[in-house]
């Protein structure tokens, strides 16, 4: 059944002599009804980013685009993997389902030479002109720059506005972390985003970048700051400053693997009683608290005839000070679990203290001013009362560190 609001991409009627196919200006007055331009004021009105005018939707030839070409292959630079990781399913999707007419179209910069630059839009034209069904022109919103904003200045506007419409944009697909870290990057490299001296200035600046790029898209607060905090660390240990590690599940199981702290067998005789116990590794994130401290009770029931030493590791440390952050996130964890088996010893031994099989031993390393990055952080006794005292001299209070 013929529907008006989508274009169907193999429909003969809209090949040429040379077997390529186009929209028409029919499809370009459809899709102009379809959309309203007074819902969408981030693209068609007044929360389109400074500098920039709405001209109209019209329809463009491919050829009058200067698309990124890298080596023959389309790439765009906001995307880290150069193209979309969805491009396959979206694809499909317009395969089985048309192009839909009611989308927010292709965006483009209308250049002063008569020519346009792509602001978003690569993977549909990377599925429209190059997975078969040859469209040589698309259905585009066309905008101009004001004529007081430099080169530079339109680039940089260019370069964050894609990601923001490939965050919000339906046909775009999925906005991606490495694709935020990279524009910023990018910024960065090219001046838009002048950084400080000031190590807590430079990341309210790159936080400011990050929350404007992930516009209303698909990322928590919690992500964002993340994102910021990835960035920033990185930065730092780029300028010489200090090299950060940030952990997850896979990298922590790596390092401890590769470090001289192995699982220990335990020793039978040649009846089978035990003469000496075994030693077993645990390693869980200082993030993960409750369920940290019951999977250590199960690892000690599994392996009963060994000690457990519990490794944490600190994940991603966010905020301008990471040492301050890597001894403040190890404190209260530490302070958790003490409160944790005190709690549970009154409440199962009456709170008789007991040998125990689990020891909370020791943590990943993650900064590298306070010590050596390969060499595991021992837990000793704490002398401090309270996070706040960690400064100074007690910073690292309570950690056997090796520099």
């Known amino acids: ?23 028409t ?18 693209y068609f009105g007044d929360l389109i980013p400074e500098g920039f005018e709405f001209v109209e939707i019209d329809i463009i030839d491919d050829d009058l685009i200067d698309w990124d ?17 969805r491009l396959d399913d979206i694809a499909t999707n317009i395969k089985m389902h048309g192009y839909k007419l009611r989308s927010i179209p292709i965006m483009l910069l209308k250049l002063p030479n008569g020519r346009y630059r792509p602001i978003n839009g690569r993977t549909r034209k ?45 046909p775009a697909g999925d906005l991606q972390i490495e694709d935020v870290i990279r524009e910023v990057k990018y910024a960065i490299s090219k001046g838009w985003l002048k950084l400080t001296k000031n190590g807590k200035k430079n990341l309210e600046l790159i936080s400011e970048r990050v929350e404007k790029l992930c516009g209303k898209g698909i990322f928590t607060d919690d992500k964002r700051a993340t994102i910021s905090s990835r960035i920033f660390n990185n930065l730092s240990a780029t300028a010489g400053n200090q090299k ?31 003469e000496k116990k075994g030693i077993k590794y645990f390693l869980i994130s200082s993030s993960t608290g409750d369920k940290a401290f019951i999977k250590s009770m199960q690892c ?12 944490i590791h600190t994940g991603l440390l966010k905020g301008y000070d990471q040492a301050k952050t890597y001894v ?20 199962y031994t009456n709170g008789i203290k007991l040998q125990p099989k689990v020891t909370l031993y020791g943590a990943l390393p993650a900064v590298e001013k306070l010590g050596s990055l390969e060499e595991l952080v ?20 309570g950690l056997i560190l090796k520099k």
Not at 69 to 85: C, D, Y
Not at 378 to 397: A, M, P, Q, R
Request: glycine letters at 6%; aromatic letters at 10%.
């Open 328 to 347: 403040e996130k190890i404190y209260g964890f530490r302070r958790f679990w003490d409160n944790t088996v005190d709690l549970v010893q009154y409440a």
């Open 300 to 311: 000690a029931n599994k392996n009963k005839d060994c000690d457990v030493r519990v490794i």
């Open 126 to 170: 990377q599925v429209l002109n190059g997975t078969g069904f040859g469209f040589t022109n698309y259905i585009c919103s066309v905008y101009k720059p004001k004529s007081n904003l430099t080169d530079s200045q339109i680039e940089d506007i260019v370069s964050q506005w894609g990601l923001i419409a490939n965050a919000e944009n339906d």
């Open 378 to 397: 021992i837990f000793k006794n704490y002398t401090v009362d309270s996070k706040e005292e960690l400064v100074g001299d007690k910073l690292t209070d």
């Open 25 to 42: 200006q029919k499809h370009a007055e459809r899709c102009k009804q379809l959309i309203n331009l007074d819902a969408y004021p981030e």
């Open 244 to 274: 950060i590690l940030g952990w997850e599940a896979s990298s922590s199981q790596e390092f401890l693997r590769k470090s001289k702290y192995k699982d220990i067998e335990p020793k039978y005789n040649e009846n089978g009683i035990l």
């Open 1 to 23: 059944m013929y529907n008006s609001n989508i274009v169907d991409v193999f429909d003969d009627s809209l090949l040429n002599k040379d077997n390529t196919r186009k929209f």
């Open 69 to 85: 070409i890298v080596k023959g292959n389309l790439t765009q630079i906001s995307r880290a993997s150069g193209l979309n990781p």
